[in-house]
Nanobody, 125 residues
Framework: QVQLVESGGGSVPAGGSLRLSCVAS????????MGWFRQAPGKEREGVAV???????SYAESVKGRLTISKDNAKNTLYLQMNSLKPEDTAMYYC???????????????????WGQGTQVTVSS
């Protein structure tokens, strides 16, 4: 049974930083693609950043230069370093993964088969 467990959310003032973590377990092999998504109240879930098994990363335009995705394969852990946070970054953040080779993008949310329970990030102005 694949499990993704996020942690690291919290409340920070605008301009602050947070680091989210996602520990993956239950895989018989490493997933092809892992990523972070977010959902604000009243809005659809949207992609933030993804990282493929070869380390290639991709970011939504709204977070480029401020958020950095990375992973530690030895620890089966995915990270999202969040700097220069803005109030509009406030959302529930989800870790997700899939094993479909050939596509690792934050724009195709329905590719992702496995999801964590989410961790809340709140940025005050």
């Amino acid at each position: 049974q694949v499990q993704l467990v996020e942690s690291g959310g919290g409340s920070v003032p605008a301009g602050g930083s947070l680091r989210l973590s996602c520990v993956a377990s239950g895989y018989s092999y490493s997933p092809y693609c892992m990523g972070w998504f977010r959902q604000a109240p009243g809005k659809e879930r949207e992609g933030v950043a993804v990282i493929a098994s070869d380390g290639t990363t991709s970011y939504a335009e709204s977070v480029k230069g401020r958020l950095t995705i990375s992973k530690d394969n030895a620890k089966n852990t995915l990270y999202l370093q969040m700097n220069s946070l803005k109030p509009e970054d406030t959302a529930m953040y989800y870790c997700a993964a899939h094993s479909k080779s050939g596509a690792c993008t934050w724009q195709r949310i329905y590719d992702y088969s496995f999801w964590g329970q989410g961790t809340q990030v709140t940025v005050s102005s």
